[in-house]
């Protein structure tokens, strides 16, 4: 018999992330953002046994699938959700633009977010150096935090880069923390 803890443990969250980053990456590229639900694997469990044989029952959390977002603006689709109390966590995988660290230099920072974020969008989108990556940030209602990022390659037998780090999208993990509130 396997003892699951009915608290999350922080230390597991990288793994869902890594998790979710694969389950998403399973479906290919250009797919639009996705929500997803961490619940407690022992409690869906003991509600719908006919699941046993599709999660870990190991795992302390399962990522749950959510309906598509309902705006195309992730800020505004963010800004509408909140989670149960069931819920302990959530995730966001989407797809982004890289761009190199030392071209922030030519971008714009005015005072105006709306239009910044606009301005922002199209200079990555049309810089040469730019690459497209999938991002995954979870957390849990703790306040951790645990960020994926696989960065789109070209090359057929090139090894696609990933990178963990919580601080990966700090902005977002905020915006997903305020769902859990």
């Known amino acids: 018999m396997v003892v699951v803890p009915t608290s999350p443990n922080p230390a597991h969250l990288p793994s869902l992330a890594r998790e979710v980053e694969d389950f998403v990456a399973s479906g290919g590229w250009d797919q639009p953002p996705q929500l997803f639900a961490l619940v407690p694997t022992a409690e869906l469990l003991a509600q719908q046994p006919e699941l046993a044989g ?3 029952p190991a795992s302390p959390l399962t990522p749950i ?3 598509p977002l309902p705006s195309e603006d992730l800020a505004d689709a963010l800004a509408g959700i909140e989670w149960p109390a069931a819920v302990h966590g959530c995730a966001l995988a989407q797809e982004i633009v890289v761009l190199p660290p030392d071209v922030e230099a030519e971008l714009p920072d005015g005072s105006n977010e709306a239009e910044d974020t606009e301005v922002l969008r199209r200079v990555a989108a049309e ?10 940030a979870a957390v849990l209602r703790d306040g951790s935090a645990a960020c994926v990022l696989r960065v789109r390659e070209s090359g057929v037998d090139v090894e696609e880069e990933v990178v963990e780090h919580p601080e990966l999208a700090p902005n977002l993990t905020r ?4 769902t859990l509130r």
């Open 127 to 136: 810089h040469p150096l730019r690459r497209e990556a999938r991002l995954v």
């Open 54 to 56: 599709q999660v870990d």
């Open 65 to 67: 699938a959510q309906d």
């Open 175 to 178: 915006a997903l923390l305020q």
